[in-house]
């Protein structure tokens, strides 16, 4: 399985902010989707393009454009609704599909309470987005989701992953591409990461 971790200067800046304890709800959530744009530019990197002929006002130019599969953004409820507008500002046109999951908080096992995909999924190139990827039970369970409904080409954009993570996503989807901003240590006992940045949902949402 490929995983990229994206040591760009404004992005580990960034991380750094989200990491702070002391930084608020507002700027906290404003960061999550300026660092979703910044690996969103690095994820679509390999993304197919063809040649078109543009008119200038001064003449006609050889450019390159989009092409190949269309695209959808998939956040994981809730926290991966965070990195969703970041996204949208660079690929407007991708579609957007929500998986509602939840971690119970005694197993730490991932819990479905949504789904709600393109009816055309599984012939898109899917960013499946999710901040924190910790145990990876979230986001086996979210990619198992996209592959039942016919989706080949996955990739999967974490903003903090960890080995134990990663290991579980390679294990059960070797085939899906991981871009993480960071990958810290381990988990705790409560399975979050550390030293990771807490609650990702809490800190976008204000809920704690
Ligand atoms: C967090 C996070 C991931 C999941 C990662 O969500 O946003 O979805 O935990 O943990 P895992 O890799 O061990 O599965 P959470 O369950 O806290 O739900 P929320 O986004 O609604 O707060
Ligand atoms: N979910 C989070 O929001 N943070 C973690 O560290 C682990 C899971």
């Known amino acids: 399985m490929a995983v990229h971790v994206l040591n760009h200067p404004l992005i580990q800046h960034k991380l750094a902010v989200l990491r702070n304890e002391k ?3 507002k700027e906290f959530r404003e960061v999550v989707g300026e660092i979703a744009g910044l690996m969103c530019y690095e994820a679509t990197r390999n993304l197919p393009t063809k040649e078109v002929t543009v008119k200038t006002p ?3 130019a050889k450019c390159r454009m989009l092409s190949g599969k269309k ?6 409820l809730r926290a991966g609704l965070g990195m969703v507008d970041g996204m949208v500002s660079l690929i407007p046109s991708a579609k957007i599909g929500h998986i509602g999951l939840y971690r119970d908080p005694e197993t730490h096992k991932p819990v479905e309470y949504y789904c709600k995909l393109p009816e055309d999924i599984g012939s898109r190139v899917v ?3 999710d901040p924190m990827l910790a ?4 986001a086996v369970a979210a990619i198992n989701f996209l592959k039942e409904r016919g989706c080949r080409n996955i990739v999967m954009m974490n903003i903090i992953g960890c080995p134990e993570g990663i290991k579980a996503v ?3 989807h070797p085939d899906v591409e991981v871009y993480l901003a960071a990958c810290d240590e381990k ?3 409560h399975a979050y990461i550390v030293p990771g940045l807490g609650d990702a949902g809490d800190r976008i949402f204000g809920t704690k």
């Open 127 to 129: 960013f499946l987005v």
């Open 170 to 172: 390679e294990e059960a």
């Open 135 to 138: 145990t990876g039970g979230s």
């Open 71 to 76: 695209l959808a953004i998939v956040p994981v």
């Open 187 to 189: 988990l705790n006992a």
């Open 58 to 60: 001064v003449a006609t």
């Open 23 to 25: 930084t608020p709800v």
